[in-house]
């Protein structure tokens, strides 16, 4: 192991061509000696040009190192990318997918000689590749923020389910043996809360550094039907996976609010299945299978503390209507007979 490598950047790379070149010119221009960082991409398999992309980028920078696997999925090539690391820490990022100029020094600055397990700060949705500046004006020498073991932390500050939003002490990762599902979606959300439900020590550092490119085509927004099904099927066994976490949990007054966060989120898979489902050409006897399911795990009738992460006057009237087996037939009947009118 190289112990001068600071960070170990995670790239899973699958048919990426026209994104790469970004991420990688972003992550080279982090304001870090190229000695304490490694990017390794992972190649799942690609078809197009992007290994050929990043070879000519790692012709100039040492810290590029690239590895081919037969495709296997993103959590696949995470978790090899888990296994080949050297860093302190690790972070994954999404080849379509940027950091902001000088991010990670500032980060890695604002937690040096603090021993954290998880590194929380912020990301923004866009579909722009020149926001390369910081939305706020980084005055973090009077910031700080206590260190949290990461079940109170959620439960003050809530979380998000992508991993980008995350530095990651690879230590941690390896003592606890976290890593992704594979073969199934969600992989991101199931992650991250084993990230916090493991973690003794969770910081904040309150600046943007991650810009998420919103792209056509998406994995998650393909509306193939066999792909748009697994979608589905995968996020009922992100519930499942989330209920077996929340029953291993120490039932502690301290650990309360963060417990009612995995819950409300165990639950958002369900609400947003049951949308997906309504929207796509699942027969109506497969939902209320599914919906049955997760009675037994609690992840269903949707509870009204679901609007605490979930707020506006449509997450409000659509959990009454789906709560409602009646009402969801009703509006899963009509919404078949308008997608029917409109192929007609």
């Not at 048919?15 to 190229?34: P, R, T």
């Not at 690239?66 to 090899?80: F, M, P």
Request: charged share 25%; with cysteine; hydrophobic share 40%.
């Amino acid at each position: 192991m190289d112990n001068s490598i600071k960070i170990s950047i995670i790239i899973p790379v699958y048919n990426v061509e026209n994104y790469i070149s970004q991420c990688l010119k972003s992550l080279l221009n982090q304001g870090v000696d190229e000695h304490t960082i490694e990017i390794l991409v992972i190649d799942d398999g690609s078809k197009d040009n992007s290994i050929k992309i990043a070879k000519e980028f790692q012709k100039l920078h040492l810290c590029i190192k690239i590895y081919t696997q037969e495709n296997g999925g993103v959590g696949s090539a995470r978790n090899k990318g888990i296994d080949l690391a050297n860093g302190e820490y690790i972070y994954f990022i999404d080849p379509d997918d940027y950091l902001v100029d000088n991010g990670l020094k500032i980060v890695l600055k604002h937690v040096q000689n603090i021993n954290i397990d998880v590194v929380c700060f912020k990301s923004l949705s866009t579909r722009e590749y020149n926001l390369n500046r910081f939305t706020e004006d980084i005055q973090l020498e009077d910031y700080h923020f206590d260190f949290q073991e990461g079940l109170i932390y959620i439960g003050k500050q809530g979380f998000k389910n992508e991993v980008w939003w995350y530095l990651i002490k690879r230590e941690f990762l390896q003592r606890k043996k976290i890593k992704f599902i594979e073969g199934r979606w969600m992989e991101d959300a199931i992650f991250t809360a084993n990230l916090f439900v493991n973690a003794s020590a969770v910081y904040l550092v309150p600046i943007t550094i991650h810009r998420h490119v919103v792209v056509p085509n998406s994995a998650m927004t393909n509306k193939e039907p066999e792909h748009y099904k697994k979608v589905i099927y995968d996020n009922a066994n992100a519930a499942v996976e989330y209920d077996r976490l929340i029953k291993n949990l120490p039932n502690f007054e301290k650990y309360a609010e963060g417990i009612k966060r995995l819950n409300i989120r165990k639950q958002s898979f369900v609400f947003f299945l049951i949308i997906r489902i309504i929207r796509s050409k699942i027969a109506f006897y497969e939902l209320y299978s599914i919906l049955k399911k997760m009675e037994t795990i609690d992840a269903y009738p949707i509870s009204k503390s679901f609007l605490i992460d979930y707020k506006g006057l449509n997450y409000k009237i659509l959990r009454i209507i789906l709560n409602n087996k009646l009402l969801l037939y009703f509006m899963f009947k009509l919404f078949k007979l308008l997608n029917y009118s409109r192929i007609k």
